[in-house]
């Protein structure tokens, strides 16, 4: 007996475990990305800061414009890499979101 | 004294018995005073007898059909007479499937009736393949439909995230006490309007998603279709096929019919054949026994008609005063030829001396007065003339004493 699934067969693994990939792959994400920006955050607070005003201080120049300088490159440091761990999440999360229409489509990533 | 007609009779009997083997009755057969036509009916039924014989039935029975005659089964009234000989019928063949017989139209219904299913299976499969492809298509425009929310959602989460850093990371250079740092909130700003391209770019592509869905939908329903028409070309082929075999088997059965009717053909005609055969030799028989008997019959006629003349001969002899016995050659010739002979015979023997002599003698003998037989007169006689020819003396007595004188 003749049957339309000798004729026709969607290419491609099933749809399902596209999307249960893409679900661990966007929790993995984010875990991951909150895990870096606490270390980020912790590693500019609690070491890079004190040890930087400290190592100033035995120089004698706390006060002077090179330790300002100093602290504002540290920071920027700090910021740019936290946000581009947020800007990568986001990019990530919304490719995963894209990719979950395209899986569904039976388009293989 | 037996009349004429009695020994008749009992010659024909003897002769009846003869033939049958068994005493024959013949009272009433035949009326007195006409004795030669008395024999002939006689002896026509022994020509029956004997044709009778021939073809094995008595006579006054039946009459004998020649198809029994043959050993064939005579058929019954408007019956083809080789069908009491058990010709064949198509249905009666193994294997064999009469054109539009019970077994061939039932295989064609089934095969129609599962082409049929396999038809509808296949609409119902693409009506249901359909069904899915239209709600997976509107699953999928709906996610794309949520894209340019989700992507706002995913900026506005990573936006924050960056603003807290900034907020964190001015106040904790704050918390040092060192003058001359910069402005709080302007560490990410590059960063932040980069990222607003980047999600700029991200919203740019959801139509082109858009489209992808209907089209992967549309390839979708036209493979279906296609799957649909590939599935439809088999069952016709299938059906195609079929229609072939079964025209072809029709020609076969045609052939075969046609081929056990000239078959049925030859064997009439050789059964035809035969039985005019076989009627043929029966008439021969019967011609065969009808000559045989009409042979017999003339051959009993002439025994007849010399036995006649013979016992009318004695029977004038000893019907006459003093006869006791006669002397007769043996007539071994027809009636006629003998009367012939017998007339020529005595003509002769009447020029002889002795016929005249013993005329003379047996004339005196009636005329005297003495008894004397015939024997008596003849043993007198032959003493008297010892060479006197026998038959001129037969004659003699013949004429004097068989014409009553």
């Known amino acids: 007996m003749a049957s339309l699934l000798d004729y026709y067969q969607p290419t491609g693994p099933s749809s399902a475990f596209t999307q249960a990939d893409i679900n661990a792959r966007a929790g993995e994400q984010a875990e991951d990305a909150g ?42 440091d700090y910021v740019t890499e936290s946000a581009d761990v947020s800007r990568l999440l986001q990019r990530s999360l919304a490719n995963l979101s894209r990719n979950r229409i395209l899986a569904g489509l039976g388009v293989s990533i | 004294m037996a009349s004429l007609a009695e020994i008749a009779k009992r010659v024909a009997a003897n002769a009846l018995s003869s033939y049958t083997g068994r005493p024959a009755s013949l009272s009433g057969a035949q009326p007195a005073g006409s004795p030669s036509s008395s024999l002939l009916d006689v002896a026509r039924r022994v020509g029956s007898a004997a044709l009778a014989s021939q073809v094995g039935r008595l006579p006054g029975g039946a009459p004998t059909a020649v198809s029994e005659l043959a050993g064939l089964t005579a058929p019954a009234p408007g019956q083809n007479a080789l069908a009491v000989g058990g010709v064949p019928t198509l249905a009666g063949l193994p294997g064999f499937s009469a054109p539009g017989s019970g077994a061939a139209a039932n295989y064609d219904r089934q095969f129609t ?43 506005d989460l990573a936006r924050a995230q960056v603003n807290e850093t900034t907020t964190n990371a001015d106040a904790a250079l704050a918390a040092t006490g060192v003058q001359g740092l910069a402005p709080a909130g302007t560490g990410a700003a590059p960063l932040l309007s980069a990222m607003a391209l980047g999600q700029a770019t991200q919203q740019a592509g959801v139509p082109l998603l858009d489209l992808g869905v209907r089209d992967t939908a549309g390839r979708a329903r036209g493979g279906l279709e296609q799957a649909k028409l590939s599935a439809f070309e088999r069952i016709d082929s299938e059906e195609r096929q079929y229609a072939a075999q079964r025209a072809a088997e029709e020609r076969d059965n045609a052939m075969r019919v046609a081929q056990m009717q000239y078959e049925a053909k030859v064997a009439q005609t050789r059964a035809a054949n035969d039985m005019k055969m076989a009627q043929f030799e029966a008439a021969q028989r019967q011609q065969t026994a009808r000559d045989e008997a009409a042979q017999a019959n ?17 029977a004038k002899l000893r019907g006459s005063p003093g006869a006791t016995s006669g002397n007769f050659g043996a007539l071994e010739v027809s009636a006629k030829k003998g009367s012939a002979i017998a007339s020529s015979a005595a003509d002769k023997y009447r020029d002889d001396s002795a016929y005249r002599l013993f005329v003379s003698a047996i004339n005196q003998a009636r005329a005297g007065d003495d008894e004397v037989t015939l024997d008596q007169l003849t043993a007198q006689f032959t003493a008297k003339y010892p060479k006197a020819n026998r038959n001129a003396m037969s004659l003699a007595m013949y004429d004097v004493l068989g014409a009553g004188k």
Do not use: H, M, W
């Not at chain 2, 051959?299 to 009318?312: A, N, P, S, V, Y």
């Open chain 1, 35 to 76: 895990l870096s920006q606490t270390l980020l955050k912790r590693q500019f607070e609690t070491r890079t800061l004190p040890d930087l005003v400290n190592r100033q201080a035995g120089r004698g120049a706390f006060f002077s414009s090179a330790s300002s300088n100093a602290l504002n490159r540290a920071g920027e």
């Open chain 2, 113 to 155: 009736e599962s082409l049929g299913r396999a038809r509808s299976g296949i609409e119902t499969q693409l009506r249901n393949a359909l069904t899915e492809v239209g709600r997976q298509e509107a699953s999928q425009l709906q996610a794309v439909g949520q894209l340019p929310g989700e992507y706002a959602r995913l900026a």
């Open chain 2, 298 to 314: 003339a051959l009993r006629d002439q025994d007849f008609q010399r036995d006649i003349f013979k016992l009318e001969l004695g």
